[in-house]
């Protein structure tokens, strides 16, 4: 579906059909992380009860935080045994809802226990295991960057036959980092919208995909990102910048860190043009990042249209291109 930001108007098809609504030096920005199978399952060996561990983000000497369910009884010193490889872990610290766990056999690596006991952390709401056939779809075709636990979605419609295409048109590609967390499954609680809370998560914007948006502003082109992490890493690079790199004509800020920007309306967007994106869950941080995009009222009927359409909503649905056709 694409969906006309300024009239509101939506039209049909097949997703390479995204090729028409693209002209010469326009930018794609996409999310080169990867997703880590992330998900493993472990037993206590002092009862034999059963906890599932997702990996969040590496720690300090070697260990890793994750979450685990259930966690009551993980306390500092409980070990775990890997299922089905027997490596045995080490609980370290707690902090919240989060574990430090570490490897016991400081020969072992993690890579090696992910390759071969680690799950494809699909999203809560599919509600099945994951097959061989996930650790090939659930990665975008230029995942390079390991460290994700979701997808990017959006940049699953891709194909390279599809990149090349747009290439042949005039469009570029630049591509930034940003390694997404369970932070964006959490669903919005609160009654204001900006009051809610999103979990850090690591981004990167290399030297190049600066100067390439810079580029695609000076030539009359359009910034387009490949998912709402991608809109997020470029909105906080964008609000990084001073006042005289703007005036510069400076369009993100380059570099590394953390970031847990929230987007809701109404949003000034400083370096976002357009959107490709997947259909939300409601009451989620990136269905009011697209709202503020595309206007409140301007997505409702968009996905009431949808819904009318028999789409596909989530992670492995349909996508959507929010722009304008003239600009």
Known sequence: MTLDRRTGATSLGRFPDLLGHLRAHDVLVVNETRVLP???????????????????????????????????ALKPGRTLDVSPTGETLEVRAVEGALYSIALSDQTTDWNTVLEHAGHVPLPPYIKRTDT????????????RVPGAVAAPTAGLHFTPELLEQALARGVSLTKVVLHVG???????????????????????????????????????????????????????????????????????????????????????????????????????????????????????????????????FYSYGDAMFVGQEEM
């Open 38 to 72: 992330a998900r493993l399952f472990a037993v206590r060996p002092e009862t034999g009860g059963k906890v599932e561990l997702l990996l969040i983000r590496p720690g300090q000497g070697g260990a890793w935080w994750a979450m685990a369910r259930p966690g009551k």
């Open 132 to 143: 061989a056939e996930d650790k090939k779809r659930y990665q975008t075709v230029y995942a």
């Open 182 to 312: 369970p932070g964006t499954f959490k669903p919005v609680t609160v009654e204001d919208p900006r009051a809610h809370e999103l979990d850090a998560e690591w981004y990167s914007i290399p030297e190049e995909a600066a100067a390439a948006l810079k580029n695609a502003r000076e030539h009359g082109g359009r910034i387009i990102a490949v998912g709402t992490t991608v809109t997020r890493t470029l909105e906080t690079g964008a609000a990084a910048l001073t006042r005289a790199q703007r005036d510069a004509g400076d369009v993100v800020l380059p570099g590394e860190g953390w970031t847990a920007k929230l987007i809701t309306p109404p949003h000034d967007f400083l370096a976002v043009d357009a959107l490709v994106t997947n259909f939300h869950l409601p009451k989620s941080s990136l269905l009011f990042l697209v709202s503020a995009l595309a206007g409140r009222e301007n997505l409702l009927a968009a996905y009431d249209r949808a819904i009318t359409e028999g789409f596909r």
